[in-house]
């Protein structure tokens, strides 16, 4: 029995052996696949993806990659989403196409367009352009552009062989159109190009159809985009104490969703004067040898700068001088009326409106600012003539002046005293001397007459 078990097993061995090369050519067969066989290429539109707005056109080119091989022939069939798209031009001027066996036809309906085009003597590329297609976006939402199964291309090999193609279409998205701006506009501070010394303004902008709210945002950024939060409901605005300087409002809608684009206003505030500033003056004289005063003014403003002077003349010898006129004028000003006491005002006005002033006093004869200037060396010296004997009578009597004072007082007030009691017994010596009404007295008369 166990060697009729060992003579099967032999027998199945050797059969087995013979079996084994047919089993692998049976299982090669059957694994062949055919149109993997077949030279590949790809076609594809551009961009992949993309985003559009509502009512934009856009151009979509259509490329194919013969991918090493020769190809002479190329039907393109495509639809697309009619309710999102709409083709305006099916083809540019430009294509690999030398001969078109069929124009390029489209159907805005149905959704279809088609090419089939001829390239004599073939071509090889990378990304030859086959059509550019002109689309339209007409609704808002995603939309693709597909290349359908019908579409083939053929080998330039004399008999038209099939290309196995690779076919890749676009996503894009249609997006709402951005809503322009708000116009804005200030009653307060009209003009953007103005300069203006208040700083509270009040901002309104336009109310559009379909507003659901406004980010606003003031700041001193010309271009800062307000956060796509909305803070307020109202189509006005207005702030406080604002600093100097130059300001910057935004304003953003949202209109039905969409936000639109953001409006932008300048506010130039200076709320400050110009600089102090101190007129100076000059005597001269004519040639009629009359003196006349030379004004002379400048100052400077840090912010809006200076815009004009003006100048007001008072005579002080008149009455009733309490409001004088003032005229627009530059520095240097003459002032011809040298004989009169003049009182003399300058503003200072700056593009804001801001106003300093300044005010000097004109006499007739010696003016005050040229006799310091004549003079300024003598009482240079005086003055340290007087410093210096200050120095020696310290250095004389040292922090003991005050004590010599004060001896020399008690002195004097002794002195003065003695001379007062001198004089009061020289008064009694002279009472004694030289009585007033003296009494004398009679003796009496005791003697009788016979």
């Known amino acids: ?118 390239i004599p003597n073939g071509i090889v590329t990378s990304s030859g352009l086959i059509a550019t297609i002109t689309f339209k976006a007409i609704s808002v939402g995603e939309a693709r552009i597909n290349l359908t199964d019908y579409t083939s291309a053929n080998l330039n090999d004399g008999v038209g062989s099939n290309v196995k193609l690779s076919l890749n279409g676009s996503f894009l998205t249609i997006s709402p159109i951005t809503p322009e701006g708000v116009m804005i506009y200030s009653d307060t501070h009209p003009y953007q190009d103005h300069w203006y010394n208040n700083n509270s303004p009040i901002l309104k902008w336009d109310s559009p159809p379909g507003i659901n709210g406004y980010s606003v945002l003031i700041d001193l950024n010309p271009g800062t985009i307000p956060p796509i939060t909305i803070n307020t409901d109202n189509s006005s605005i207005s702030y406080e104490n604002l600093k100097d300087g130059v300001w910057y409002f935004h304003v953003r809608a949202n209109i039905n969703g969409v936000w639109g684009n953001t409006s932008h206003f300048q506010i130039k505030i200076d709320t400050n004067p110009p600089a102090f500033f101190t007129p100076t003056v000059n005597t001269i004289k004519d040639n009629s040898n009359s003196s006349k005063y030379l004004l002379s003014f400048i100052t400077t403003d840090s912010l809006s700068s200076v815009d004009h002077y003006e100048i007001g003349i008072l005579d002080k010898d008149q009455e009733n001088n309490s409001s004088p006129i003032f005229v627009q004028t530059e520095s240097p000003y003459l002032v011809s009326n040298a004989s009169k006491n003049i009182h003399v005002i300058i503003r200072a006005f700056d593009n804001a409106g801001n106003i300093r002033e300044a005010s000097i006093d004109l006499y007739p004869g010696v003016n005050l600012i040229i006799a310091l200037k004549k003079y300024a060396l003598y009482l240079f010296i005086i003055l340290t003539f007087l410093l210096l004997l200050e120095l020696i009578l310290h250095y004389l009597f040292g922090h003991h002046i005050i004590d010599h004072v004060k001896k020399m007082f008690l002195i004097f007030k002794k002195i003065s005293s003695d001379d007062k009691k001198y004089e009061k017994i020289e008064e009694e010596i002279n009472e004694v001397d030289n009585p007033v009404n003296p009494t004398v007295p009679v003796p009496p008369n005791n003697e009788e007459k016979p």
């Open 1 to 118: 029995m166990i060697n009729f078990l060992k003579k099967k097993i032999f027998i199945l061995s050797i059969l087995g052996l013979f079996l084994i090369p047919f089993f692998s050519f049976a299982q090669s067969v059957i694994n062949l696949d055919g149109p993997s066989l077949l030279p590949k290429a790809e076609i594809f539109t551009s961009p992949h993806t993309g985003d559009f707005l509502e009512d934009s056109t856009f151009e979509v080119p259509i490329y194919i990659n013969t991918e090493g091989n020769s190809i002479n022939t190329i039907n393109i069939k495509l639809n697309f989403d009619p309710s999102r798209l709409s083709i305006i031009k099916p083809s540019g001027g430009k294509s690999i196409f030398g001969i078109w066996l069929e124009p390029p036809s489209y159907d805005n309906k149905a959704g279809t367009a088609s090419f089939v085009g001829v």
